[in-house]
C-alpha cells in the first residue's frame, strides 16, 4: 500500500479502460426522482447552477495519463498519511506497526461510538 503512495504505476491500458468506463458512466446515468431535487440542492449550495458532470465529462474526455501523473505527483506522492489498523489487539504485532510511526489504541466507543 505505501508504494501506491508514494509512487504511481504507469499502466496506459488501464488507464484508458477506466477513462471509457467513466465516460460511459456519466453518459448513461439519469438523476431521477427525489434525487433531481438533493442533486440541484448539493450543487446549489456549493455554488454550481448546473449540472457538475457535464463539466466532469469534458475534463475527464481530455484528460490524459500524463495529466493523472502530474496530479498524483502533486497532491499524493510523499504526503504524509494517517493509516488505520483495524484488528484483534492480541494479533497486532505493535512493535512492527511502531515502524511505520506512531501508534495509537483507539477504542471501539471513540471509532465507532457504541
Same mark, same amino acid.
Do not use: C
Given at each position: 500500500?505505501q508504494?501506491?503512495?508514494?509512487?504511481?504505476p /504507469?499502466?496506459?491500458?488501464?488507464?484508458?479502460?477506466?477513462?471509457?468506463?467513466?465516460?460511459e458512466?456519466?453518459r448513461?446515468e439519469?438523476?431521477t426522482?427525489?434525487?433531481i /431535487?438533493?442533486?440541484?440542492?448539493?450543487?446549489?449550495?456549493?455554488?454550481?447552477?448546473?449540472d457538475?458532470?457535464?463539466d466532469?465529462?469534458h475534463?475527464?474526455?481530455?484528460?490524459?495519463?500524463?495529466d493523472?501523473r502530474?496530479?498524483?505527483?502533486e497532491?499524493?506522492?510523499?504526503?504524509k498519511?494517517?493509516?488505520?489498523v483495524?484488528?484483534?489487539?492480541?494479533?497486532?504485532?505493535?512493535?512492527?506497526?511502531r515502524?511505520?510511526g506512531?501508534?495509537?489504541e483507539?477504542?471501539?466507543r471513540?471509532l465507532?461510538g /457504541?
Open positions: 500500500m508504494r501506491l503512495l508514494t509512487s504511481m /504507469y499502466a496506459p491500458k488501464q488507464f484508458r479502460l477506466a477513462k471509457q468506463t467513466l465516460l458512466r456519466i448513461t439519469r438523476i426522482g427525489e434525487k /431535487y438533493t442533486s440541484w440542492l448539493e450543487n446549489r449550495d456549493r455554488g454550481i447552477d448546473h457538475v458532470r457535464e466532469i465529462y475534463e475527464v474526455e481530455k484528460m490524459s495519463a500524463e493523472l502530474h496530479f498524483f505527483d497532491h499524493i506522492k510523499n504526503k498519511y494517517t493509516l488505520l483495524l484488528g484483534a489487539k492480541g494479533s497486532l504485532d505493535r512493535d512492527l506497526l515502524r511505520w506512531e501508534v495509537e483507539v477504542s471501539l471513540d465507532f /457504541y
